[in-house]
């Protein structure tokens, strides 16, 4: 029996799921860490090779496919050798909003990339830097991942390219794009899931796995776990209940609207319409432990209203549904009950859902018909009950809530399509 390997990079560990030809999961090896200073692309590539070798041997032996998901806008510069010669750039970085007057003046009014985090503001404030001298390729972090383990440099998938500027519609680069001068190479574009090439030869002889086992183009995380949800029909939605909170409707229509944060993916002939707010599990987990949320959610009456309106953010700046990276946190009054504040923050985060969802659909977004779950908030039934108050249809725990799921069905895709 052959098995498919994906890959989910996320903001505080990396995950591994293998799944089988029924796409039945055989085993899943999550890795988790703390990241500090700007060691970033050492902390990756060494639990990169970690989880590798932590698959049954079994597996490895039987490998047909790898494909694996990273954090949307998360980027980096690398040499000729793939080295990064910068500190890589994380998703909710917004150092970038300094160059956005510049980047007005060239891409088209309200496009997806006029935003603080957009991979392609990040690219330009980067190309400020003397070291940027150095660097040839630009790489997302699923890119340069993929990159770790088939050696090609210069490639990334049309759903990681959406925030450099690429036309998902049309399938290329718009030509306001082109005339921008960077002294780099902007990365050639395929479908997520397309194999790109076979594993390097040292990486299959290291950890046996076959010497025809291929890497495929991945995506970002939160489409990742939309692929894995089960959700198929115009009007279903995830929500991502991570570090932050991100909404994918999937509708008929294309919406872009930059001064809400909200961009659409292709997915086949339809579209997966949505946004992410800095909002989410980082705020939970900032304040309570895993064993707090339990307990005290378990004390939480969620036909009550909790009558705390936060906007819970740890610094300042939003990205969806409100697009501002200097928007302010609110986490005031504080009672002293930590059942009440954390009420006040779970009903906040699912009142900013709500919004979310609505202002999808006042733009045109189909009818919102159900929110599959997904992430570690998945699991919070209380919290889930909060939602489904606000958000007036079923709220269901998605079919497969890992990310890493979803890249292994891409990567059992590309196995299919061959090199």
């Given at each position: ?5 994906g890959?989910?990079c ?14 039945c999961v055989?085993?899943?090896i999550p890795?988790?860490?703390?990241v ?5 692309c050492?902390?990756w590539?060494t639990t ?8 049954p ?12 998901n ?9 040499d000729?050798?793939g080295?990064p ?5 994380m ?13 007005q ?10 935003s603080?985090?957009s ?5 330009i ?17 699923a890119?340069?991942?993929g ?8 490639i ?7 925030k450099?500027?690429?036309d ?7 030509q306001w794009?082109k005339?921008?001068?960077?002294p780099i ?9 397309t194999p790109?090439?076979?594993l390097?030869?040292?990486i ?6 076959p010497?025809d086992c ?5 995506t970002t995380?939160?489409i990742?776990a ?14 991502s209940l991570?570090?932050?909170?991100v909404l ?8 872009e609207d930059?001064?809400y944060?909200?961009?659409s993916?292709?997915l086949?002939?339809l579209w997966l ?18 064993e707090?949320l339990a ?9 009550q ?6 906007y ?8 969806f549904?409100?697009n501002?990276?200097?928007?302010a946190?609110?986490?005031?009054p504080r009672?002293?009950?930590?059942v ?8 906040s ?5 709500a ?8 733009l ?11 992430g570690g ?5 209380t919290?889930t009950?909060i939602?489904?108050?606000f ?8 079919q497969?809530?890992?990310a890493?799921y979803?890249?292994?069905?891409l990567?059992?895709k590309?196995a299919k399509q061959g090199?």
């Amino acid at each position: 029996m052959t098995f498919y390997l994906g890959i989910d990079c996320g903001t505080s560990g990396m995950r591994g799921v293998v799944i089988n030809e029924d796409k039945c999961v055989v085993v899943t090896i999550p890795h988790y860490w703390d990241v500090t200073g700007n060691k970033e692309c050492i902390i990756w590539q060494t639990t990169l090779r970690k989880l590798l070798g932590e698959i049954p041997l079994e597996y490895r032996r039987n490998m047909g496919a790898i494909a694996i998901n990273g954090t949307s806008s998360t980027v980096l510069v690398c040499d000729t050798d793939g080295l990064p010669v910068q500190a890589p750039m994380m998703y909710n970085d917004a150092h970038a909003k300094a160059i956005l007057p510049e980047l007005q003046k060239i891409a088209p009014v309200n496009h997806t990339v006029l935003s603080a985090t957009s991979s392609l503001a990040k690219l330009i404030w980067m190309s400020q830097f003397p070291s940027f001298r150095d660097a040839t390729y630009f790489s997302h972090q699923a890119d340069w991942l993929g990159f770790l383990l088939h050696g090609q440099l210069g490639i990334t998938d049309y759903h990681n390219a959406l925030k450099l500027g690429y036309d998902v519609e049309n399938i290329q680069y718009p030509q306001w794009l082109k005339n921008i001068s960077i002294p780099i190479k902007l990365p050639q574009v395929v479908s997520p899931g397309t194999p790109i090439a076979k594993l390097r030869p040292e990486i299959s002889l290291q950890y046996k796995f076959p010497h025809d086992c291929i890497v495929c183009a991945g995506t970002t995380d939160s489409i990742a776990a939309f692929l894995a949800s089960g959700a198929n029909s115009p009007g279903e939605a995830v929500s991502s209940l991570g570090s932050t909170l991100v909404l994918k409707l999937l509708s008929s229509t294309r919406i872009e609207d930059v001064r809400y944060g909200i961009y659409s993916h292709r997915l086949g002939n339809l579209w997966l319409v949505g946004g992410a707010s800095n909002t989410g599990g980082a705020v939970l987990n900032h304040f309570f432990s895993s064993e707090e949320l339990a307990n005290l959610s378990a004390q939480i009456d969620p036909s009550q209203p909790s009558n705390l309106h936060y906007y819970p953010l740890l610094t300042p700046g939003d990205r969806f549904p409100i697009n501002d990276p200097y928007f302010a946190p609110r986490m005031e009054p504080r009672p002293d009950s930590p059942v009440e504040f954390l009420h006040g923050i779970l009903e906040s985060i699912a009142r900013i859902e709500a919004q979310g969802y609505n202002l999808l659909q006042q733009l045109s977004a189909e009818t919102l018909s159900c929110v599959y779950t997904a992430g570690g908030g998945s699991t919070n039934n209380t919290w889930t009950r909060i939602r489904q108050n606000f958000l007036k249809v079923p709220v269901i725990t998605a079919q497969n809530t890992e990310a890493a799921y979803g890249s292994a069905l891409l990567a059992m895709k590309g196995a299919k399509q061959g090199l």
